[in-house]
């Protein structure tokens, strides 16, 4: 915020939620990040994750619905699922299939740039 940024995308949780920490506790800290920027002036967007699977079906929803769910709540507008075309697809992913390599940011950031657009 020193730097006094006109727009924050926060796309943060993903590690959290690999991890298994507590959604609240997620969701908090995701918050407090969200006020703090709007406090300074700084407009803020928010993209969404999802997990695999194998996390159980309760934790993956409240996980996942947990970006939406900041969104509302602090009236920012969300792109859903920052990993879109690129979440599962070897081709856009390092070797350990959780990481976009060169090709899967290229793919991000095609993605991401008229969600932003938009909102300037």
Do not use: C, W
């Amino acid at each position: 915020l020193r730097e006094k940024p006109y727009l924050l995308i926060i796309e943060l949780g993903g590690n959290d939620g690999l991890r298994g920490i507590a959604v609240t506790a997620s969701k908090k800290n995701l918050g407090e990040a969200i006020k703090l920027a709007r406090e300074n002036g700084v407009r803020v967007l928010i993209t969404g994750m999802k997990l695999p699977a194998n996390y159980g079906e309760q934790y993956r929803r409240e996980f996942e619905t947990m970006f939406s769910q900041l969104a509302q709540e602090h009236k920012v507008p969300i792109m859903p699922f920052l990993l879109q075309d690129v979440g599962g697809k070897s081709q856009y992913n390092l070797p350990d299939g959780i990481h976009p390599n060169e090709q899967g940011h290229q793919k991000i950031a095609e993605n991401l740039l008229p969600f932003v657009e938009k909102q300037l």
